[in-house]
């Protein structure tokens, strides 16, 4: 599976939209990006996921560059229960999770 | 409904005890998974069964034997574990594991502490 880049931490105020990028830039062809978020020992979320378009559901927004090297997770109106870890993810067969990104939603 | 089930939420055990972890889901998939996940750390796959069979199996110590008596139920029996062994165990399942879009979906974890 491709290794993801992702922050360690980002800050967003409640109300406004959290962008949250990842770099997967040896992506290959056949393999999706996905975003899961866990809230402290929680067992993680599916958000969204997606190959090559953009992708919109009730949660979230993913943009997906052309070259398919860099996504963004856009949560459009983030609220304090948005606080958790998101891990960006490329897989094939397997889910392998990064360190991920800690965003936090203050008031 | 995505709802995978985990039993039970809490386990404290000794070195020399035998235990088990249950994992459930009703949604119809073939593909379930078990994950270990330590303090400040990301989740780690472990165990992958397709089918009921074993697929993949991460080099994990013969004290975890997995096993999936049908296709809704997955087990994690613990014996002789280690202190180190204390983390959150996590289950997963999916369609079919074939990875591309298989989504997987996460139940709520097993907090399991070693003495």
């Known amino acids: 599976d491709a290794k993801t880049t992702q922050p360690p931490s980002m800050d967003c105020a409640e109300g406004r939209a959290a962008n949250l990028p990842c770099n997967h830039s040896t992506i290959s062809g056949n393999e999706y990006v996905y975003w899961y978020r866990q809230i402290h020992s929680q067992g993680p979320q599916y958000i969204i996921h997606g190959l090559k378009n953009n992708e919109t559901n009730e949660m979230a927004s993913l943009i997906i560059t052309e070259d398919r090297k860099s996504s963004t997770l856009i949560l459009p109106h983030a609220t304090l229960r948005d606080t958790a870890v998101y891990y960006c993810?490329?897989?094939?067969?397997?889910?392998?999770f990064g360190e991920g990104t800690q965003l936090t939603v203050n008031p | 409904d995505t709802e995978v089930t985990q039993t039970p939420k809490h386990l404290v055990m000794g070195m020399t005890n035998k235990k088990s972890l249950k994992c459930e889901q009703h949604m119809g998939h073939r593909a379930m998974y078990w994950y270990k996940q330590k303090a400040k750390k990301p989740p780690e796959l472990m165990f992958v069964y397709s089918y009921e069979k074993l697929s993949i199996n991460e080099s994990v110590p013969s004290r975890f034997s997995p096993e999936c008596p049908n296709s809704s139920l997955l087990n994690l029996h613990l014996h002789a574990l280690q202190p180190e062994d204390s983390a959150l165990y996590l289950c997963a399942s999916s369609q079919d594991g074939t990875g591309g879009a298989d989504t997987q979906y996460f139940g709520p974890g097993t907090r399991l502490t070693v003495l």
């Open positions: 993810i490329v897989r094939s067969v397997r889910l392998t």
